[in-house]
């Protein structure tokens, strides 16, 4: 997951930018927050553990100078929630000091750090970000060379903004699994994990980052080039669709909300029932709620309100973080009781949250409680930079839809189609990574992979 941010301008406050690009991003990582700024090639670097308004005051942000900014929101897929491996993370090599967010995750990670240490490089985080940037950092190469060099060794999703010699660099897997967008905020460039984040600073959308592609920011302009040749057509994590990726966020050239109702209707159309209410499971399940009540022409209420000062259940770092988030986080309304309601989400991952969520509006007097999810099973881990549990802990992995439907104690439950969900996108389904859906990986991944790995080794 994880938010990575931008900017280059002679006469803008950067910090200040990125700030405000963090906070529209700041649902893809709620655990740390960070802001590099570079003053004529000289670092300054805050970061910390907590979300982006509880890292940054007016106070802190009026002490970050210069003309280059980047910044990142994290959320750990490799290395354990600690101050050391919150971003960006700042390393001195020998070449040059890089400083390097990182939204993905490596699956060459550990090969990566062993040939490191045996160029005698030393790593202080059990992040696999640091990775990136040592490889940058410790090649003598010029640095739009030692990039590409670096790229080339790189396996797995890696959408990158880093600061290096006072340039600003982007650069992006050859698969495309995380997004990365360039734009315009009048005359300066801006990088961006999503389009939302432009939208909020005030920038023009350019285009996307390609697949493969490195962009160099500095005084000569914007310098694209391929570091490493695209693979075959891309692979863009459709969990964004469905779930991580902000609804006013443009994938692909796609609106997501949009996509996001047609799961809804298609949804309705493959598992129609009988029922006096439609109503959302906030906040991503609501624009197929609204699909589905619009193809059905069943009732929408809100009938769950949503504590929006508690942070994403699904993003919290333990079980019993997530458990007791559910409890703080919604309530049903008095007009589901006696009715008929149907449930609309976007995933079940591992079932505790929905099973919460079902037993709380039979509480409330629901008389029939019917889940519809906005996508397939969700049945193997993701290696690309979600935190999905092994395969024994997901629910839907080793389990039928009619057990899954006992467990979390719906009268009913169905999930849209695989097609139904790539209908949905109106993309092909050659540019997509479907693997949590289908376990059919676009690279070789490592089956014995864990996020806290390198904590030993720490």
Known sequence: MCGVFGIRSADR???????????????????????AVSDRGRLTVLRDLGLVTQVFTEEKLRGLHGQVAIGHTRYSTTGSTHWTNSQPLVHHGSARTVALGHNGNLVNATELREQLAEEGVKLVTTSDTEVIAALIANDPAPLQKAIANAVSRLQGAFSVTALAEGKLIGFRDPHGFRPLVLGRLDGDWVLASETCA???????????????????????????????????????????????????????????????????????????????LVLPIPDSGTPAAIGFARATGIDFSEGLIKNRYVGRTFIQPDQGLREQGVKLKFNPLAEVKGKRVVAVDDSIVRGNTTRQIVAMLFEAGAAEVHVRISSPPIISQCYYGIDFAEEDELIAAKRTVEEVREYIGATTLAYLSLDGLQASTRRPESSFCRACLTRDYPTAVPRESTKLRFEAAR
């Open 198 to 276: 432009l939208d909020l600073v005030g920038a023009e959308l350019e285009r996307e980052v390609g697949l493969g592609e490195l962009v160099v920011i500095d005084d000569e302009g914007c310098r694209p080039e391929q570091a490493v040749p695209e693979a075959n057509g891309g692979a863009l994590c459709m969990f964004e669709f469905f779930y991580l990726a902000r609804p006013d966020t443009r994938l692909a050239g796609v609106e997501v909300h949009g996509a996001r109702v047609r799961m809804g209707e298609r949804l309705a159309e493959e598992a129609p029932v009988e029922a006096d």
């Open 13 to 35: 406050d950067v910090a200040r930018v990125s700030y405000f690009g963090l906070f529209a991003l700041q649902h893809r990582g709620q655990e740390s927050a960070g802001i």
